[in-house]
Nanobody, 124 residues
Framework: QVQLVESGGGLVQAGGSLRLSCAASGRTFSSYVMGWFRQAPGKEREFVATSTRSGGGVTYADSVKGRFTISRDNTKNSVFLQMNSLKPEDTAVYYC?????????????????WGQGTQVTVSS
């Protein structure tokens, strides 16, 4: 089992950057595919990015390609989301999650563990 805690959210102007972190408890972090999802008010939760267990393969939603980067450090039991060129439509609660599905997953239903979320607000 894995416990996940996100941090790094906040308020930023359009065009700015934020780096989200997700710290995992437990000693089997490297066994899990990791992903980031987000949920805006009144909308369904949507896929953002996913990483293979080694971090060698990554996949992004079309809406964030070229702007966001997912990475992981298995020695620190952490996964990160670097967000650049932020837009107001990126405003949402961002969640990290862990999955047993390999090599990666873009589906919410395939993730087993979820963090509490961190708020990202992008102003015009």
């Amino acid at each position: 089992q894995v416990q996940l805690v996100e941090s790094g959210g906040g308020l930023v102007q359009a065009g700015g950057s934020l780096r989200l972190s997700c710290a995992a408890s437990g000693r089997t972090f490297s066994s899990y595919v990791m992903g980031w999802f987000r949920q805006a008010p009144g909308k369904e939760r949507e896929f953002v990015a996913t990483s293979t267990r080694s971090g060698g393969g990554v996949t992004y939603a079309d809406s964030v390609k070229g702007r966001f980067t997912i990475s992981r450090d298995n020695t620190k039991n952490s996964v990160f989301l670097q967000m650049n060129s932020l837009k107001p439509e990126d405003t949402a609660v961002y969640y990290c999650a862990a999955s047993h599905v390999f090599p990666w997953s873009v589906y919410e239903s395939e993730y087993d563990y979820w963090g509490q979320g961190t708020q990202v607000t992008v102003s015009s």
